[in-house]
T-cell receptor
Framework: TQLLEQSPQFLSIQEGENLTVYCNSS?????LQWYRQEPGEGPVLLVT?????EVKKLKRLTFQFGDARKDSSLHITAAQPGDTGLYLC????????????FGTGTRLTVIP | DVKVTQSSRYLVKRTGEKVFLECVQD?????MFWYRQDPGLGLRLIYF???????EKGDIPEGYSVSREKKERFSLILESASTNQTSMYLC?????????????FGAGSRLTVL
């Protein structure tokens, strides 16, 4: 059973379009992270959201943590080919070294 | 630039062979992790270590073992490789164990078992 479900699993869009990726759970998280993984590389942290309802912006990327801290979304405005990659959400549920649960991932392709 | 380095990017092994995957970090992080990544399944934790010579099982430890003799090095061992262990293996490290762990990943080791 996956603790974190991401949707959609695959997304292929034209350059310049907007998109939203969702990360949902029935569990409450103390914080949530988003990573992007480019082909042939490991995931790289984009952002951490901590407070319910929090919104963070990173240039064209907007991240939101749900009020109940069970879900999150990533919105990309005017997507570019450089946004292509696998987007992973990861929720933290408890203290300690092993406290991250990863989502199933969304593979985004932005076509020039 | 801080780094997690996985020495082998691509390996091809035969069923029954012993496989070593090495990971080194230069950030003096206490925590190190081994994940495997398979399409549609996300990242699944195999083992992690929070200190030298300490190790804890993750979600899918069967068929794997680990070694952490030095703080900077965390090795994943497949005693007898099987075809269902064909996968991408990702090593990561982190420093914060009290709150939200932020992981720094290596580039991955793609293992094919024939």
């Amino acid at each position: 059973t996956q603790l974190l479900e991401q949707s959609p699993q695959f997304l292929s869009i034209q350059e310049g379009e907007n998109l939203t990726v969702y990360c949902n759970s029935s569990s409450v998280f103390s914080s949530l992270q988003w990573y992007r993984q480019e082909p042939g590389e490991g995931p790289v942290l984009l952002v951490t959201v901590v407070t319910g309802g929090e919104v963070k912006k990173l240039k064209r990327l907007t991240f939101q943590f749900g009020d109940a801290r069970k879900d999150s979304s990533l919105h990309i405005t005017a997507a570019q080919p450089g946004d292509t990659g696998l987007y992973l959400c990861a929720g933290a549920r408890r203290t300690g070294a092993n406290n991250l649960f990863f989502g199933t991932g969304t593979r985004l392709t932005v076509i020039p | 630039d801080v780094k997690v380095t996985q020495s082998s990017r691509y390996l091809v092994k035969r069923t029954g062979e012993k496989v070593f995957l090495e990971c080194v970090q230069d950030m003096d992080h206490e925590n190190m992790f081994w994940y495997r990544q398979d399409p549609g399944l996300g990242l699944r934790l195999i083992y992690f270590s929070y200190d030298v010579k300490m190790k804890e099982k993750g979600d899918i430890p069967e068929g794997y073992s680990v070694s952490r003799e030095k703080k900077e090095r965390f090795s994943l061992i497949l005693e007898s490789a099987s075809t269902n262990q064909t996968s991408m293996y990702l090593c990561a490290s982190s420093v914060d164990s009290s709150g939200a762990n932020v992981l720094t990943f290596g580039a991955g080791s793609r293992l094919t078992v024939l």
